[in-house]
């Protein structure tokens, strides 16, 4: 059966992507409630030397979003503790197990993890075998198109197919790149042709234009969104009106229960500080989705509030100004 079944009308399956210190618990929670997407994969899981993987695996919960589905991610170069790691993951209910292969952060990286496998296809090839072969769950790859640049990409996805996984999700930004220039979709187009696998498309996907590009010129056999959505939480809703042909039009109402969620996920005990810093974060997304709401971005960066409530006050009445249906609409597709 396929992993990536399209969804009724034709839709693409849709994945939520991994974001670590943006797509936490709060915003997986929040995006559950708006639902529209097909499964969520988790931040990377780092596996580091020495590490006791039983305890590391407790900071994944598979019914997380129940009744969507959460995918576990980790990152780490040794065969064997990723190996146990990915079994812990399956004893705890995990779905499916991701190996991280494009996290660009040099902490991460200076340890031969991350992006770092894509330097040596054959060392790649080593660690998610032994992921492969540690699990009866299905196992799949996220990577991007090479470390400083692409002249092993072909040889990485064909190391990730050999060893088993059963699709690879590409991001086609080098490490090197990081998130500066446009992601490639060449790339993904040429990954399908190189591989008897599927792969996951990923990358500036904003608006439902985008999706319908990426998958018209790519072949790309399912999508996956991680900054569109936090730009723009309806993102997957809106992508599936479009094959359905039924109109979505989300409400006012709807982006305030999707904050209010995302506030009732916050850890009571969170300094205040650290809360209102969560929510600029938040809002620095939101407030890109328009270029009404891009004309108060700043101000909403660099306001000063001691407490939440005092934030919102400010800050709501500044989103639902800019939170217009008609230019959102345009914008947003
Ligand atoms: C803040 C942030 C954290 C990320 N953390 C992860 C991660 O934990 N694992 C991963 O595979 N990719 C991670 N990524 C990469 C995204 O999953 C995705 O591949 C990338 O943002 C491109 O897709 P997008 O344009 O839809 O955002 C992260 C990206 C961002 C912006």
């Known amino acids: 059966m396929s992993l990536l079944p399209k969804g009724p009308y034709g839709c693409p399956y849709l994945q939520l992507a991994p974001m670590e210190g943006v797509g936490d618990y709060c915003f997986r929670k929040a995006m559950a409630s708006v639902g529209g997407f097909d499964e969520a994969v988790k931040d990377f899981l780092r596996v580091p030397q020495n590490a006791h993987v039983k305890s590391l695996s407790l900071a994944y919960t598979a019914n997380e979003l129940s009744p969507t589905s959460l995918t576990a991610q980790i990152m780490g170069s040794d065969p064997e503790l990723m190996g146990e790691m990915a079994q812990e993951l399956m004893k705890r209910g995990a779905p499916r197990i991701d190996v991280n292969c494009g996290c660009p952060s040099n902490i991460v990286t200076g340890r031969g993890a991350g992006s770092s496998l894509l330097k040596d296809p054959s060392f790649l090839h080593t660690v998610v075998r032994a992921v492969v072969k540690s699990v009866s769950i299905p196992v799949t790859v996220k990577m991007r198109s090479g470390y400083e640049d692409t002249s092993l990409f072909k040889e990485n996805l064909l190391a990730a197919q050999e060893s088993g996984v059963r699709y690879i999700t590409l991001h086609p930004r080098t490490k090197v790149d990081g998130y ?4 490639r979709w060449d790339l993904i187009a040429e990954a399908k042709s190189i591989l008897k696998i599927p792969v996951v498309g990923n990358g500036d996907i904003l608006k439902v234009e985008d999706a319908l590009k990426m998958l018209e010129t790519t072949k790309c ?8 959505a936090v730009i723009n939480p309806f993102i997957f809703h809106q992508i599936q009106s479009h094959f359905s042909r039924k109109s979505y039009k989300p409400q006012w109402n709807d982006l305030l229960n999707y904050l209010d969620v995302y506030i009732k996920s916050m850890p009571i005990d969170m300094p205040n500080k650290i809360q209102i810093n969560k929510l ?20 909403i960066l660099t306001s000063r509030y ?28």
């Not at 500066?180 to 992601?183: E, L, Q, R, S």
């Not at 056999?221 to 569109?228: T, Y």
């Not at 919102?312 to 914008?331: F, H, I």
């Open 180 to 183: 500066g220039p446009p992601a």
């Open 280 to 299: 600029k974060q938040l809002f620095g997304f939101l407030f890109k989705s328009t270029p009404k709401l891009l004309e108060n971005r700043q101000a």
């Open 306 to 333: 001691e407490n939440i409530v005092d934030f919102l006050n400010y800050a709501k009445p500044l989103l639902k100004e800019g939170w217009e249906y008609t230019e959102r609409d345009s914008k947003l597709g």
């Open 221 to 228: 056999d399912a999508l996956m969104i991680g900054r569109g």
